[in-house]
């Protein structure tokens, strides 16, 4: 079984009298340990499928599975619990805290979702500034780092708790080209270091390539998968 199975999905938005129909009937499933991106224009529905996915929100209609899990079953606080136990998130606009170091903003997750003692904390959030080589920038604050070294935080950050799935919605979008690549990169690192699924979202077709497996949706419908083994690079 895999790690997200979603059955005939739909998502209409009510803006006034009028319904728009975000998603259009996707079918589709996730192996653990994926490297998958969705790809397509803006407005294509690519936010609004993570946000499903991410447990943010819920379809209109459909089945969708994470973890073992019937997401759409959750009422609002258990999805926030959902979320807690098993995934991290990465956003385009880093969304680090300001007040708190490097160190402390990697920490952060872990005092805020999981019981998890101070020795194990340390040790977790070394391990990885040392992944992601921010161990030098450790006591500086998000405002002294650059946006690509924010990333390399966020990318942390969101694997502090050690989730089965972390999911980035456009992360390179506030990046030069060759950050953005080199955040790509170290994503796929990491996903091959622990094993955790990632799944990012882009218009950027010269980072879709970096992705093992690439969903392009158009209008809120899947239009194209390929499965490229993370070599298609261009
Ligand atoms: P993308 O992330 O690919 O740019 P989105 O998922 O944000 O696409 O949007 C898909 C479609 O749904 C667009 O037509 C957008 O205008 C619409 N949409 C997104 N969020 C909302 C919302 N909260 N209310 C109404 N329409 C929305
Ligand atoms: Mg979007």
Redesign the pocket.
Known sequence: MGLITAQNIY?D???GEVS?R??NDLNFEIEPASFLSFV????????????LIGCLDTPTDGTLTVAGTDVVSLDRKQRAAFRGRHMGFIFQDFNLIPVLTVYENIEYPLIMVQNVPPEERRRRVLSLLESVEMTEQKDKYPDQISGGQKQRVAVARALVTEPELVLA??PTANLDSKTAYMIIELMKEMQRKSGTTFIF?T?DQKIVGAAEIIYT?ED?MIVDRKDTGGNAHV
């Open positions: 998502k938005y009510q803006v728009l975000a998603l397509g224009p803006s407005g294509s529905g690519k936010t609004t499928l993570l946000n919605d456009e979202s218009h949706l809120g």
